[in-house]
Nanobody
Framework: QVQLVESGGGLVQAGGSLRLSCAAS????????MGWYRQAPGKQRESVAV???????SYADSVKGRFTISRDNAKNTLYLEMKTLTPEDTAIYYC?????????WGQGTQVTVSS
């Protein structure tokens, strides 16, 4: 099993930046892909950015060029650097990890972007 704990969310003005972190513990050496997902009020959870075990990244079109996903395997931590934030980025952001075909989720961290 894997335990994931997100941090770094908060309130920011439009145009600002935030960096989310996700600390992983447990069977971390068996983790394959990891990613960030978000869920805005009244909307379905969507993929924001994913990174493979080998470091290949993929982004939702809405965040390309603004968000950067990275992982520090030595620190067992996943990051999401978010720049040029807009009110449409307001959501609960979840960290996820795939392990032996199962998805594990963190508890989420709220990101609110004011206009």
């Amino acid at each position: 099993q894997v335990q994931l704990v997100e941090s770094g969310g908060g309130l920011v003005q439009a145009g600002g930046s935030l960096r989310l972190s996700c600390a992983a513990s447990g069977s971390i050496f068996s983790i394959n892909g990891m990613g960030w997902y978000r869920q805005a009020p009244g909307k379905q959870r969507e993929s924001v950015a994913v990174i493979s075990r080998g470091g290949t990244t993929s982004y939702a079109d809405s965040v390309k060029g603004r968000f950067t996903i990275s992982r520090d395997n030595a620190k067992n931590t996943l990051y999401l650097e978010m720049k040029t934030l807009t009110p449409e980025d307001t959501a609960i952001y979840y960290c996820a990890a795939e392990l032996r075909g199962l998805m594990y989720w963190g508890q989420g961290t709220q990101v609110t972007v004011s206009s």
